[in-house]
């Protein structure tokens, strides 16, 4: 049984087609990488990575990211810089993804408080999307007011979420804290209790948002760091996922061992065991980003070592002093290694999480 047979067709799915995917996920036990993308040349190298291994692929854009798809230059008062990089990579992808033959989640990464505007902005593109094509723009958006009192994260998200069922999108939501910093928001200096994410929280979370809708996932803190920091660091604890599942199932005295579908945050550098033993407890989405920024540069790093004679001036290489380099600077061919080296990584985040051979 894979995604065919599901009838979870190729391209961007949003609606019923992401709630069978996910709980597929969950049910098969293995969770599907959100890589984070800021260029068409890194959507590409996911979803070419992604095809080749027979894989679901969620392709997600951070606040930053959006602003860099759309180009550094322009401004980004009241994120609108953030509001058409995001809509115009979304359109890449739509176009593109249908043509690797693979299914693709769209999604928007953390948008913590301030960052609202930009949640707003896509959310309009999503409605304006909705009344031409019965579908989302998107296919789901995440939400990140860990850093706000309980109860106007929960309401905040249930407003959300009112809003974002009508068009059939899913919301991912954060609660506790993931220690680290990404896009400007700074949590290396949070307590360690607050690390840890409680199972009333998650049942909390649960009874508000299920009276809207059974169209979110729930990013839960359990030791988890943005970034890569030394090993050793990152005490993660993915048991603490079993536990919250427990209860929520007990509340609900449902049949299902696992009735959240969970988001790893934070997964880079992680142990393998620790990663595999989180999706056991159904996580169904890891974020990839630190580890596919790094796999990006080593690409051109281990070219530019490897051609370096070739690399220094338009004209003049070891092979003669009239010789030509274009082949060698063509972004093309440096790009491309780059791809090359991230498409790997993607791989490896598919195989690390089961997420292979799943069409
Ligand atoms: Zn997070």
């Known amino acids: 049984m894979g995604c065919q047979e599901l009838g979870i067709p190729a391209g961007v799915i949003t609606g019923d087609n992401v709630r069978k995917l996910l709980k597929y996920a969950s049910k098969q036990g293995f969770a599907i990488p959100a890589v984070n993308c800021t260029s068409s040349s890194t959507i590409n190298a996911a979803l070419e990575a992604a095809r080749d291994i027979k894989a679901p692929l969620i392709i997600q854009f951070s606040q930053g990211g959006s602003a860099f798809y759309a180009g550094k230059g ?87 979420l009112e809003r974002m069922s009508k068009i059939n999108l899913l919301l991912e939501m954060e609660i506790g804290i993931t220690g680290g910093e990404e896009d400007g928001v700074d949590n290396t200096g949070v307590d360690n209790a607050s690390l840890y994410t409680q199972p009333e929280d998650i049942w909390d979370v649960h009874r508000e948002l299920s009276q809207v809708s059974d169209m979110f996932t729930i990013a839960a803190a359990f030791g988890n760091v943005h970034g890569v920091y030394k090993p050793g660091n990152v005490k993660l604890t993915p048991h603490l996922l079993k536990n919250h599942q427990e209860h929520v199932k007990q509340k609900l005295q449902c049949d299902s061992d696992k009735p959240i579908l969970f988001v790893f945050h934070g997964g880079s550098g992680s142990v393998k065991d620790e990663i595999k033993e989180a999706v056991s407890y159904g996580v169904i989405k890891m974020n990839v980003d630190t580890d596919t920024q790094w796999a990006y540069w080593d690409g051109i790093k281990n070219y530019h070592d490897s051609k370096k004679g070739y690399l220094q001036s338009q004209v003049g290489n070891p092979d003669g002093v009239d010789k030509p380099n274009k082949k060698y600077y063509d972004p093309r061919v440096f790009i491309r290694e780059a791809e090359k080296s991230m498409i790997k990584r993607v791989k490896e985040a598919c195989q690390d999480l089961g997420n292979v051979n799943r069409l």
Request: hydrophobic fraction near 40%.
């Open 74 to 160: 322009l401004s980004n008062e009241g994120q609108k810089a953030s509001i058409i990089g995001a809509v115009a990579a979304a359109h890449h992808v739509r176009l593109v993804a249908k043509e690797y033959g693979i299914p693709v989640i769209l999604h928007s990464d953390h948008c913590a408080k301030k960052l609202l505007p930009w949640f707003d902005g896509m959310l309009e593109a999503d409605e304006e999307y909705f009344k031409k094509h019965n579908e989302p723009l998107f296919s789901s958006h995440m939400l990140d007011l860990s850093e706000e009192p309980k109860h106007e994260n929960i309401a905040t998200c249930k407003k959300y």
